[in-house]
Nanobody, 122 residues
Framework: VQLQASGGGLVQAGDSLGLSCAAS????????MAWFRQPPGKQRELVAC???????TYADSVKGRFTISTDNARNTVYLYVDSLKSEDTGVYYC?????????????????WGQGTQVTVSS
């Protein structure tokens, strides 16, 4: 599976942004899809994930502000980010895990997109 992320950019605090991740390859298989981010100087962290059956999980820091979703064909995963804060700055990665029934840790994701930069200025 190949993943291509897009949609990052430079925004102001309080703005909204939509990220997309297009999947190609063996998309007929079941996957959990997720968004991770890596803030400057920090480790990569899980932001949100959506399991194959549609259940979602969010990091506490983004609950109520971020929304993860997929299209009907499950070929594209979206992350809508609202009320952005400076601490949301980082490189955002999409990832796919064959553990489609749960939201696993980063080590369980086999496929990664190239990352898209989100910079929030205050």
């Amino acid at each position: 599976v190949q993943l291509q992320a897009s949609g990052g950019g430079l925004v102001q605090a309080g703005d909204s942004l939509g990220l997309s991740c297009a999947a190609s390859g063996h998309t007929e298989r079941r996957y959990t899809m997720a968004w991770f981010r890596q803030p400057p100087g920090k480790q990569r962290e899980l932001v949100a994930c959506i399991i194959y059956t549609g259940g979602t999980t969010y990091a506490d820091s983004v609950k109520g502000r971020f929304t993860i979703s997929t299209d009907n064909a499950r070929n594209t995963v979206y992350l809508y980010v609202d009320s952005l804060k400076s601490e949301d700055t980082g490189v955002y990665y999409c990832a796919a895990s064959p553990r489609w029934y749960e939201c696993p840790s980063s080590a369980m994701y086999e496929y990664w997109g190239q990352g898209t930069q989100v910079t929030v200025s205050s």
